[in-house]
């Protein structure tokens, strides 16, 4: 079942963080490297169904301070087809509920000789402040709306499978972008690979502000459908809201909601995404989300390799 | 009690729109003289000399906005330490916030704050009461007893006073005892659970943003209540344009208020929250650049009366928490005459004299205190300045119990040599 390991068998040059925090500060260059590395390991590893003992003898600790079940999963994947070994840290039932700080926390599962934290928090900038604490790697898994790096590189890496290039492609990114961190990370490294971003939904849920970045703003997602090459369609985040940002679930499908009759109007190879889960009936149809325009599943694949690389990339930087 | 005469330096008095070189005499805790000459004054064995030249020998600067702890938050601040940190930042007189627990609505707690001012024996400490029992903002605090008791203005601290039923009944009883109400204007329904200043950095960090509007809407409800009433408005921390151009317009009609603004706002905008510092978190936010502006042309125009610090110390195991929970605040004490000679003296948009206006004879007017002067015979509260000297912000360098400064690391100009309060060197740093 292992794949041969062979010396140097991934390209590392273009990359030298030990961390990943972001894709705000990456350069086009690195974002390439990341899924060049993601690219190789996938074919190596037979589609990530197999190991690679990259990274043999490592540890690499998943610190989840807010539920996740596929992305803690995938890093736990990710990690085990290299070979380190994986330990699962949950805040329920820790210490952080009697009152520790989370940078003790990380402080006492670093002090267990862990190379790698994988971290998620519902605060943006915590992985900046725990890089800042400890010494291993660092690796953002979701930080509030903030960013979510391998998110946006996973869905990067399936258009470019799909596209070969990312530059001069239209990709709406549809729905509650506020609280998006899917949205964060997929405007910076699509606007650095040269791609033009739009971000569509309720007013109440997409900032003008993002105009001042070069993203296009739009309310209206059959105004701007004929001309995009790909769909991104984020969930609402209704956890995350604070006041309802819009009358009805029931209006917001009327107006978003990617359905077959909307399908009618778009691009004959649109790329139909979402980062998952999905609520079916008020972001996407089941006959969209399910049909042969959706690359939803490659997505889940392509995270695999994502991370492996994420992984693997900051080990080495770190060494 | 020795006598003090202070040579050479350059006498900068805004309440006697007074700037020159000149010798200063000090006898039994009380300004003497102006104008003498060594010879004169040192015919007394018992005079000590102090040579201020190439410094600036203005009154002991007045706080108004300062939190100190005690009772409730030692482990943030003490009275002790915070009067320390005062002297070190060249501050005789601070007026200190009812924020604490319990807070500053009895008489007990007023003489209690003054008992601890007094063992301190550092610089001169004035209470604020709170407007509401408990700081509620239900019911009105026993203004009278707390009036008797010392208080010299009455506020509720950080917490707004959202009714405005309430706000108007205090401005209306406080005339009687011709106080201030010192009023925090925020409209909690638009910036709870806010982290920082809402606009494009909020937006990209993604961090719950605090609009511009939940300061200026509650501004124009105060002005116009303070308009109604008669009452003494003095608005704090102001931080927006648009609270400015209302305040600006108030006072253009006529209407009785002040209006003071932080050293921060003047000096730090929302860019500083790129670093996900908690050092740079606090209430109001640090604005954008366009805000930053408006409140130093508020201090030009005349706007903004007062600079005061807004001095909140936090113990450092609060600040070191995730940016939500960490709390807001900075210590200011001990850094707002430095960033007022670096980012408003040195870069022109201030003279001295107008500057030092602002933190000596203003407050102390809005507080009713017969500070922030050298008027021949009151008391001698001065504070040297060495408006050269250059240093480095050190986290280990306070004298207030708390480190959460936001300008850890930056090199700041001008700074306090000689502190003196009612006639006694209290202070005195090595330049």
Redesign the interface.
């Known amino acids: 079942m292992h794949a041969p390991v062979m010396d140097n068998s991934i390209d590392t040059k273009n990359w030298a963080r030990a961390d990943l925090l972001g894709l705000?500060h990456l350069s086009a260059d690195e974002i390439t490297a990341i899924l060049d590395a993601a690219q190789q390991l996938k074919e190596r590893t037979g589609g990530c169904a197999e190991k690679i003992d990259l990274l043999q003898g490592t540890t690499v600790a998943n610190l989840f301070f807010e539920n996740s079940t596929r992305t803690r999963t995938s890093f736990s994947l990710a990690a085990r087809r290299l070979g380190a070994d994986v330990i699962d840290f949950s805040a329920s039932g820790s210490s952080l509920s009697k009152g520790e700080?989370?940078?003790d926390t990380a402080k006492n599962i670093e002090a267990m000789n862990v190379n790698t934290v994988v971290m998620r928090?519902?605060?943006?900038?915590?992985p900046?402040?725990l890089a800042q604490n400890i010494g291993c790697s660092v690796i953002n898994a979701g930080d509030?709306?903030?960013?979510h790096p391998t998110q946006g590189l996973l869905d990067i890496m399936t258009i470019r499978e799909h596209r070969e290039k990312i530059e001069g492609l239209t990709v709406a990114l549809v729905g509650d972008i506020?609280?998006s961190?899917t949205a964060?990370s997929n405007i910076w490294g699509l606007k650095k690979l040269g791609a033009h971003v739009i971000v569509c939904g309720p007013s109440t849920l997409v900032?003008r502000?993002?105009e001042?970045?070069g993203v296009e703003v739009a309310y209206s997602l059959d105004a701007i459908l004929p001309r995009c090459d790909v769909l991104n369609l984020l969930r609402i985040q209704f956890e995350r809201q604070?006041t309802r940002p819009f009358p009805s679930v029931r209006e917001y499908a009327l107006l978003y909601a990617m359905t077959g009759e909307r399908m009618a109007r778009a691009k004959e190879d649109i790329l139909i995404m979402a980062p998952g889960p999905i609520n079916r009936g008020t972001e996407v149809t089941p006959e969209v989300a399910d049909g042969p325009h959706s690359v939803i599943l490659h997505q889940v694949t392509n995270g695999l390799a994502i991370r492996m690389a994420v992984l693997y990339l900051t080990h080495e930087a770190a060494r | 009690m020795s006598s003090l005469l202070i040579t050479d330096g350059r006498v900068i008095d805004p309440s006697q729109d007074m700037d020159r070189v000149t010798n200063l005499l000090i006898e039994n805790g009380k300004i003497s003289a102006f104008d003498i000459a060594i010879e004169d004054a040192s015919t007394n064995d018992s005079v000590t000399h102090i040579n201020a030249g190439g410094k600036i020998v203005a009154p002991g600067l007045v706080d108004m906005h300062a939190y100190l702890g005690e009772p409730g938050g030692e482990d943030d601040e003490t009275i002790h330490t915070g009067t320390r940190a005062a002297l070190s930042g060249g501050f005789t007189s601070i007026a200190c916030a009812p924020n604490t627990n319990p807070p500053i609505d009895t008489q007990g707690t007023v003489q209690f704050v003054k008992q601890q001012a007094v063992d301190a024996n550092h610089c001169h400490v004035y209470p604020i009461a709170c407007v509401s029992k408990n700081r509620r903002g239900e019911e009105l605090s026993e203004m009278g007893t707390l009036v008797d008791a010392g208080a010299v203005a009455f506020s509720d601290a950080c917490s707004p006073i959202s009714n405005p039923e309430l706000m108007r009944r205090a401005l209306e009883y406080l005339l009687m005892f011709d106080k201030p109400l010192l009023s925090h204007p925020e409209v909690r329904e638009l910036s709870?659970?806010g982290v920082m200043h809402e606009?494009?950095v909020s937006?990209?960090?993604?961090?719950?943003g605090m609009p511009a509007e939940a300061e200026a809407v509650m501004t124009g409800r105060d002005i116009l209540l303070a308009e109604s009433t008669g009452g003494r408005i003095h608005l704090m921390h102001i931080s927006t344009a648009g609270s400015i151009e209302l305040i600006r317009r108030a006072k253009a009609r006529g209407v009785r208020l002040t209006a003071e603004v932080s050293p921060q706002h003047f000096s730090l905008t929302d860019e500083a929250l790129r670093?996900?510092d908690s050092n740079k978190k606090i209430n109001p936010p640090l604005r954008g650049q366009m805000h930053l502006e408006a409140c130093i042309a508020g201090l030009k125009d005349g706007t903004l009366d007062v600079i005061a610090s807004d001095h909140q110390p936090q113990a450092v195991?609060k600040k070191?928490?995730?940016?939500?929970?960490a709390p807001f605040g900075v210590i200011a004490l001990e850094t707002a005459l430095s960033v007022v000679v670096t980012k408003l003296i040195r870069p022109g948009h201030l003279d001295w004299l107008t500057a030092l206006e602002k933190m000596t004879i203003r407050p102390a007017r809005v507080l009713g205190i017969p500070k922030g002067t050298l008027q021949i015979g009151v008391d001698a509260d001065v504070t040297i300045i060495d408006p050269d000297a250059n240093w480095t912000v050190e986290p280990d360098a306070f004298f207030s119990k708390s480190s959460n400064s936001p300008y850890l690391g930056e090199t700041l100009f001008g700074r306090a040599t000689t502190v003196i309060v009612s006639g006694i060197i209290k202070f005195e740093r090595n330049s």
């Open positions: 705000e700080t989370f940078i928090h519902r605060t943006p900038g915590t900046q402040l509030g709306a903030h960013e506020s609280h961190r964060r900032s502000r993002w001042e970045l604070i | 709870d659970d606009g494009l937006t990209t960090l993604a961090l719950p670093s996900f195991e070191m928490q995730e940016l939500d929970r």
